[in-house]
Protein backbone atom coordinates (compact mmCIF):
# COMPACT_ATOMS: atom_id res chain seq x y z
CA UNK A 1 0.00 0.00 0.00
CA UNK A 2 1.53 3.76 -1.15
CA UNK A 3 2.76 5.18 1.75
CA UNK A 4 0.93 8.24 3.02
CA UNK A 5 2.72 10.10 5.28
CA UNK A 6 2.49 14.18 4.99
CA UNK A 7 5.04 15.44 2.44
CA UNK A 8 7.04 18.72 2.82
CA UNK A 9 6.36 20.40 -0.45
CA UNK A 10 8.52 23.66 -1.11
CA UNK A 11 8.11 26.05 -3.85
CA UNK A 12 11.65 26.17 -5.27
CA UNK A 13 13.54 28.65 -7.85
CA UNK A 14 14.63 27.02 -10.86
CA UNK A 15 17.78 28.56 -12.28
CA UNK A 16 19.31 25.55 -14.00
CA UNK A 17 16.96 23.66 -16.77
CA UNK A 18 20.00 21.26 -17.07
CA UNK A 19 19.74 20.46 -13.23
CA UNK A 20 16.28 20.45 -13.07
CA UNK A 21 16.29 17.71 -16.06
CA UNK A 22 18.90 15.26 -14.33
CA UNK A 23 16.74 15.95 -10.73
CA UNK A 24 13.66 15.01 -13.04
CA UNK A 25 15.29 11.73 -14.47
CA UNK A 26 16.47 10.23 -11.22
CA UNK A 27 12.74 10.71 -9.51
CA UNK A 28 11.52 9.36 -13.06
CA UNK A 29 13.42 6.42 -12.81
CA UNK A 30 11.50 5.78 -9.46
CA UNK A 31 8.30 6.78 -10.60
CA UNK A 32 7.39 4.96 -14.23
CA UNK A 33 5.56 7.92 -15.11
CA UNK A 34 2.73 8.52 -17.48
CA UNK A 35 5.05 9.55 -20.84
CA UNK A 36 3.61 12.91 -20.31
CA UNK A 37 5.18 13.93 -16.84
CA UNK A 38 8.51 12.25 -18.10
CA UNK A 39 11.02 14.58 -18.39
CA UNK A 40 11.56 13.96 -22.27
CA UNK A 41 7.98 15.84 -22.80
CA UNK A 42 8.53 18.32 -19.45
CA UNK A 43 11.71 18.82 -20.42
CA UNK A 44 11.05 19.88 -24.13
CA UNK A 45 12.19 23.53 -24.87
CA UNK A 46 11.32 23.82 -21.33
CA UNK A 47 13.04 27.25 -21.17
CA UNK A 48 10.80 28.09 -23.67
CA UNK A 49 7.70 27.03 -22.48
CA UNK A 50 8.57 27.88 -18.44
CA UNK A 51 9.68 31.28 -18.90
CA UNK A 52 8.63 31.81 -15.35
CA UNK A 53 9.05 28.54 -13.76
CA UNK A 54 8.07 27.40 -10.55
CA UNK A 55 9.01 23.93 -9.02
CA UNK A 56 7.26 22.45 -6.01
CA UNK A 57 9.13 19.99 -4.77
CA UNK A 58 8.15 16.85 -2.61
CA UNK A 59 10.35 15.57 0.59
CA UNK A 60 10.00 12.74 3.18
CA UNK A 61 12.71 12.38 5.42
CA UNK A 62 15.34 14.50 3.06
CA UNK A 63 14.35 12.19 0.21
CA UNK A 64 12.75 13.82 -2.80
CA UNK A 65 9.60 11.86 -3.65
CA UNK A 66 7.92 14.58 -6.03
CA UNK A 67 7.79 17.28 -8.60
CA UNK A 68 5.54 19.26 -10.25
CA UNK A 69 6.51 22.41 -12.55
CA UNK A 70 4.18 25.03 -13.26
CA UNK A 71 4.77 28.37 -15.03
CA UNK A 72 3.51 31.36 -13.78
CA UNK A 73 1.51 34.21 -15.93
CA UNK A 74 -0.85 37.07 -15.24
CA UNK A 75 -1.56 35.89 -11.67
CA UNK A 76 -2.28 32.20 -12.90
CA UNK A 77 -0.28 29.10 -12.28
CA UNK A 78 -0.11 26.48 -14.95
CA UNK A 79 0.60 23.12 -14.73
CA UNK A 80 2.99 21.84 -17.16
CA UNK A 81 2.23 24.20 -19.20
CA UNK A 82 3.38 27.62 -20.15
CA UNK A 83 -0.07 29.87 -20.37
CA UNK A 84 0.63 30.76 -23.58
CA UNK A 85 -1.65 29.42 -26.40
CA UNK A 86 1.32 29.25 -28.50
CA UNK A 87 3.59 27.47 -26.42
CA UNK A 88 0.84 25.23 -25.02
CA UNK A 89 0.17 23.77 -28.65
CA UNK A 90 1.23 20.39 -27.76
CA UNK A 91 -1.55 19.99 -25.68
CA UNK A 92 -0.81 18.08 -22.80
CA UNK A 93 -2.85 15.21 -20.94
CA UNK A 94 -2.31 12.58 -18.21
CA UNK A 95 -0.69 16.03 -16.64
CA UNK A 96 -0.51 15.96 -12.78
CA UNK A 97 3.02 15.14 -10.16
CA UNK A 98 5.76 13.18 -10.64
CA UNK A 99 5.48 10.75 -7.74
CA UNK A 100 7.49 8.17 -6.89
CA UNK A 101 6.25 4.73 -7.14
CA UNK A 102 4.64 3.59 -3.85
CA UNK A 103 4.44 6.63 -2.23
CA UNK A 104 0.83 8.90 -1.69
CA UNK A 105 0.57 12.34 -1.77
CA UNK A 106 -2.74 13.87 -1.04
CA UNK A 107 -3.88 16.13 -4.06
CA UNK A 108 -4.55 18.68 -1.34
CA UNK A 109 -1.21 18.97 0.25
CA UNK A 110 -0.24 19.99 -3.29
CA UNK A 111 -2.84 22.36 -4.19
CA UNK A 112 -2.50 23.95 -0.79
CA UNK A 113 1.68 24.46 -1.85
CA UNK A 114 0.46 25.95 -5.25
CA UNK A 115 -1.63 28.37 -3.66
CA UNK A 116 1.02 29.16 -1.50
CA UNK A 117 3.40 30.64 -4.35
CA UNK A 118 3.35 34.24 -4.47
CA UNK A 119 0.93 35.60 -7.89
CA UNK A 120 -0.62 32.77 -7.77
CA UNK A 121 -4.59 34.19 -7.73
CA UNK A 122 -5.85 31.32 -9.89
CA UNK A 123 -4.98 27.49 -10.58
CA UNK A 124 -4.54 25.89 -14.27
CA UNK A 125 -4.59 22.53 -14.28
CA UNK A 126 -4.93 21.04 -18.14
CA UNK A 127 -5.52 17.19 -18.47
CA UNK A 128 -5.50 16.27 -14.92
CA UNK A 129 -7.18 13.09 -13.26
CA UNK A 130 -10.61 14.05 -11.18
CA UNK A 131 -9.34 13.71 -8.03
CA UNK A 132 -6.54 16.79 -8.04
CA UNK A 133 -9.00 18.66 -10.10
CA UNK A 134 -12.37 18.55 -7.52
CA UNK A 135 -9.50 19.54 -4.70
CA UNK A 136 -8.21 22.70 -6.81
CA UNK A 137 -10.76 25.40 -5.03
CA UNK A 138 -13.41 27.11 -6.66
CA UNK A 139 -13.89 26.07 -10.34
CA UNK A 140 -13.96 29.21 -12.30
CA UNK A 141 -14.19 26.75 -15.53
CA UNK A 142 -14.28 23.50 -15.97
CA UNK A 143 -14.17 20.49 -18.77
CA UNK A 144 -14.35 16.80 -18.65
CA UNK A 145 -13.26 15.25 -21.40
CA UNK A 146 -13.56 11.04 -22.26
CA UNK A 147 -10.26 9.66 -23.00
CA UNK A 148 -11.10 6.24 -24.87
CA UNK A 149 -8.55 3.53 -24.22
CA UNK A 150 -8.06 -0.29 -25.26
CA UNK A 151 -7.05 -2.69 -22.49
CA UNK A 152 -4.73 -5.29 -23.98
CA UNK A 153 -3.89 -7.06 -20.48
CA UNK A 154 -8.19 -7.45 -19.95
CA UNK A 155 -8.19 -8.29 -24.01
CA UNK A 156 -5.28 -11.09 -23.64
CA UNK A 157 -6.89 -12.77 -20.56
CA UNK A 158 -9.93 -12.87 -22.66
CA UNK A 159 -8.24 -14.46 -25.35
CA UNK A 160 -6.60 -11.57 -27.80
CA UNK A 161 -9.01 -11.77 -30.26
CA UNK A 162 -9.33 -7.59 -30.54
CA UNK A 163 -11.88 -7.48 -33.36
CA UNK A 164 -13.99 -9.90 -31.66
CA UNK A 165 -14.62 -6.82 -28.75
CA UNK A 166 -15.66 -4.37 -31.06
CA UNK A 167 -19.41 -3.59 -32.14
CA UNK A 168 -20.56 -5.61 -35.76
CA UNK A 169 -20.16 -1.91 -37.60
CA UNK A 170 -17.06 -1.47 -36.49
CA UNK A 171 -15.90 -5.03 -37.44
CA UNK A 172 -17.08 -5.08 -40.45
CA UNK A 173 -15.33 -1.64 -41.75
CA UNK A 174 -12.32 -2.24 -40.61
CA UNK A 175 -12.21 -5.70 -42.35
CA UNK A 176 -13.74 -4.17 -45.90
CA UNK A 177 -11.15 -1.79 -45.35
CA UNK A 178 -8.54 -3.44 -44.72
CA UNK A 179 -9.51 -5.77 -48.01
CA UNK A 180 -9.65 -2.73 -50.08
CA UNK A 181 -6.50 -1.56 -49.22
CA UNK A 182 -5.04 -5.31 -49.60
CA UNK A 183 -5.98 -5.09 -53.16
CA UNK A 184 -3.03 -2.78 -54.00
CA UNK A 185 -0.43 -4.75 -52.06
CA UNK A 186 0.51 -7.07 -48.67
CA UNK A 187 -0.94 -3.92 -45.82
CA UNK A 188 1.95 -3.93 -43.46
CA UNK A 189 2.75 -1.55 -40.30
CA UNK A 190 6.43 -0.64 -39.82
CA UNK A 191 8.21 1.28 -37.18
CA UNK A 192 11.03 4.03 -37.96
CA UNK A 193 14.11 2.27 -36.45
CA UNK A 194 16.22 5.33 -36.53
CA UNK A 195 16.56 9.05 -36.04
CA UNK A 196 16.53 10.02 -39.19
CA UNK A 197 13.85 8.03 -40.37
CA UNK A 198 11.72 8.82 -37.61
CA UNK A 199 12.20 12.53 -38.63
CA UNK A 200 11.51 12.19 -42.35
CA UNK A 201 8.23 10.01 -41.67
CA UNK A 202 7.14 12.86 -38.94
CA UNK A 203 7.41 15.28 -42.06
CA UNK A 204 5.70 13.24 -43.97
CA UNK A 205 2.68 12.80 -41.95
CA UNK A 206 2.83 16.65 -40.89
CA UNK A 207 2.13 17.11 -44.35
CA UNK A 208 -0.82 14.43 -44.70
CA UNK A 209 -2.25 16.15 -41.67
CA UNK A 210 -2.33 19.48 -42.89
CA UNK A 211 -3.45 18.74 -46.06
CA UNK A 212 -6.03 16.86 -44.48
CA UNK A 213 -7.68 19.34 -42.28
CA UNK A 214 -6.89 22.53 -44.55
CA UNK A 215 -9.35 20.86 -47.05
CA UNK A 216 -12.04 21.08 -44.06
CA UNK A 217 -11.35 24.67 -43.58
CA UNK A 218 -9.85 23.75 -40.50
CA UNK A 219 -5.69 24.84 -39.54
CA UNK A 220 -4.45 21.76 -38.37
CA UNK A 221 -2.42 20.70 -35.20
CA UNK A 222 0.95 21.85 -36.92
CA UNK A 223 -0.23 25.43 -37.93
CA UNK A 224 1.86 26.61 -35.66
CA UNK A 225 6.21 26.65 -36.40
CA UNK A 226 6.34 26.38 -32.18
CA UNK A 227 4.08 23.02 -32.21
CA UNK A 228 6.77 21.91 -35.68
CA UNK A 229 9.79 23.08 -33.47
CA UNK A 230 8.81 21.03 -30.36
CA UNK A 231 8.66 17.77 -31.76
CA UNK A 232 11.31 18.13 -33.77
CA UNK A 233 13.03 18.64 -30.57
CA UNK A 234 11.28 15.83 -28.70
CA UNK A 235 11.58 12.73 -31.52
CA UNK A 236 15.80 12.17 -31.27
CA UNK A 237 15.31 12.30 -26.93
CA UNK A 238 12.41 9.84 -27.63
CA UNK A 239 13.83 7.74 -30.20
CA UNK A 240 16.70 7.30 -28.54
CA UNK A 241 14.98 5.93 -24.99
CA UNK A 242 12.28 3.98 -26.54
CA UNK A 243 9.67 6.29 -26.36
CA UNK A 244 8.44 6.85 -29.81
CA UNK A 245 6.40 4.75 -32.07
CA UNK A 246 6.40 6.75 -35.33
CA UNK A 247 4.69 4.07 -37.23
CA UNK A 248 4.17 3.89 -41.55
CA UNK A 249 1.19 1.60 -42.72
CA UNK A 250 1.86 0.99 -46.17
CA UNK A 251 -0.29 -1.47 -48.92
CA UNK A 252 2.43 -2.73 -51.51
CA UNK A 253 4.25 0.80 -52.67
CA UNK A 254 0.90 2.97 -51.23
CA UNK A 255 1.13 5.06 -48.24
CA UNK A 256 -1.85 4.49 -45.85
CA UNK A 257 -0.91 6.87 -43.05
CA UNK A 258 1.42 7.59 -40.36
CA UNK A 259 1.01 7.46 -36.48
CA UNK A 260 3.17 9.52 -34.33
CA UNK A 261 2.89 7.05 -31.18
CA UNK A 262 4.33 8.66 -27.65
CA UNK A 263 5.15 5.48 -24.77
CA UNK A 264 6.41 4.81 -21.35
CA UNK A 265 5.24 2.15 -19.28
CA UNK A 266 3.72 -0.13 -21.31
CA UNK A 267 1.05 2.52 -22.39
CA UNK A 268 0.91 3.49 -25.87
CA UNK A 269 -0.25 6.75 -26.35
CA UNK A 270 -1.96 7.18 -30.01
CA UNK A 271 -0.59 11.59 -29.88
CA UNK A 272 -1.42 12.53 -33.78
CA UNK A 273 -1.42 10.93 -37.12
CA UNK A 274 -1.16 11.94 -40.69
CA UNK A 275 -3.64 10.24 -43.16
CA UNK A 276 -3.91 9.89 -47.06
CA UNK A 277 -7.47 10.60 -46.78
CA UNK A 278 -7.50 11.97 -50.14
CA UNK A 279 -6.10 8.95 -52.02
CA UNK A 280 -7.85 6.85 -49.75
CA UNK A 281 -9.40 3.24 -52.00
CA UNK A 282 -13.12 2.59 -52.03
CA UNK A 283 -14.18 1.79 -48.71
CA UNK A 284 -10.93 2.47 -47.46
CA UNK A 285 -11.20 3.72 -43.98
CA UNK A 286 -7.42 5.04 -43.09
CA UNK A 287 -7.84 5.92 -39.22
CA UNK A 288 -9.64 2.29 -38.58
CA UNK A 289 -6.94 0.64 -40.59
CA UNK A 290 -3.83 2.39 -38.99
CA UNK A 291 -5.11 2.64 -35.51
CA UNK A 292 -6.25 -0.99 -35.74
CA UNK A 293 -3.07 -2.49 -37.04
CA UNK A 294 -0.96 -0.72 -34.31
CA UNK A 295 -3.26 -1.75 -31.80
CA UNK A 296 -2.93 -5.12 -32.79
CA UNK A 297 1.24 -4.42 -32.79
CA UNK A 298 0.89 -3.39 -29.31
CA UNK A 299 -0.87 -6.04 -28.14
CA UNK A 300 1.38 -8.47 -29.83
CA UNK A 301 4.75 -6.69 -28.45
CA UNK A 302 3.11 -7.00 -24.48
CA UNK A 303 1.76 -3.48 -24.35
CA UNK A 304 -0.82 -2.70 -21.47
CA UNK A 305 -2.77 -0.06 -22.80
CA UNK A 306 -3.88 1.79 -26.10
CA UNK A 307 -4.80 5.31 -24.97
CA UNK A 308 -6.09 6.58 -27.75
CA UNK A 309 -6.46 10.35 -26.07
CA UNK A 310 -8.97 12.32 -25.12
CA UNK A 311 -11.83 13.42 -27.38
CA UNK A 312 -15.33 12.15 -28.57
CA UNK A 313 -14.32 11.57 -32.44
CA UNK A 314 -16.45 8.29 -33.58
CA UNK A 315 -13.23 6.78 -34.95
CA UNK A 316 -11.90 6.64 -30.89
CA UNK A 317 -14.87 5.57 -29.50
CA UNK A 318 -15.42 2.73 -32.45
CA UNK A 319 -12.14 1.39 -31.38
CA UNK A 320 -12.39 0.84 -28.01
CA UNK A 321 -14.64 -0.16 -25.23
CA UNK A 322 -12.95 1.63 -21.74
CA UNK A 323 -12.67 5.21 -21.11
CA UNK A 324 -10.93 7.30 -18.75
CA UNK A 325 -12.00 10.78 -17.88
CA UNK A 326 -9.57 13.66 -17.87
CA UNK A 327 -10.48 17.38 -16.49
CA UNK A 328 -9.44 20.32 -17.79
CA UNK A 329 -9.97 23.43 -14.78
CA UNK A 330 -9.33 26.85 -13.75
CA UNK A 331 -9.60 27.61 -10.01
CA UNK A 332 -9.87 30.29 -7.78
CA UNK A 333 -8.90 30.31 -3.71
CA UNK A 334 -11.59 28.84 -2.03
CA UNK A 335 -10.77 31.26 0.60
CA UNK A 336 -10.66 34.06 -0.95
CA UNK A 337 -13.28 36.75 -1.47
CA UNK A 338 -14.13 36.15 -5.67
CA UNK A 339 -14.07 32.44 -4.40
CA UNK A 340 -16.38 32.68 -2.10
CA UNK A 341 -18.55 34.74 -4.04
CA UNK A 342 -19.09 32.62 -7.10
CA UNK A 343 -19.77 29.79 -4.79
CA UNK A 344 -22.97 31.52 -3.57
CA UNK A 345 -23.43 32.75 -6.83
CA UNK A 346 -23.91 29.33 -8.58
CA UNK A 347 -25.66 28.51 -5.30
CA UNK A 348 -28.33 30.89 -6.20
CA UNK A 349 -28.11 30.84 -10.02
CA UNK A 350 -27.13 27.36 -11.11
CA UNK A 351 -26.21 26.44 -14.83
CA UNK A 352 -25.20 30.22 -15.74
CA UNK A 353 -21.94 30.57 -17.11
CA UNK A 354 -19.34 33.03 -15.16
CA UNK A 355 -17.16 35.35 -17.30
CA UNK A 356 -13.43 35.09 -16.41
Not at 212 to 240: S, T
Not at 267 to 280: I, N
Not at 305 to 334: C, F, H, I, N
Request: aromatic share 8%; net charge positive.
Amino acid sequence: MPHAASARIDAVPVTDFQRLGQDWRALEAEAAPTFFRSWTWVGTLAEERFPDPVLLRATRGGRVIGLALFNRRRRRLFLGESGDPALDAPFVEHNGPLVAAGVAIPPAEWLAAAWRVRGAGRLVLSGVERELADRAGVALRRQVRLAPYVDLEALRGGGGDYLATLSANARQQIRRSMRAYAAAGPLRIQRAETEAEALDWFEALMALHQADWQARGRPGAFAHPFMQRFHRALIPVAQARGELDLLRVIAGERVVGFLYNLRAGGVVHAYQSGLDRAGAMAHGKPGLTCHSLAILRALAAGDAVYDLMAGSQRYKTSLARQEARLVWVTALPADSLTGRALSIWRCISPGKTVPE
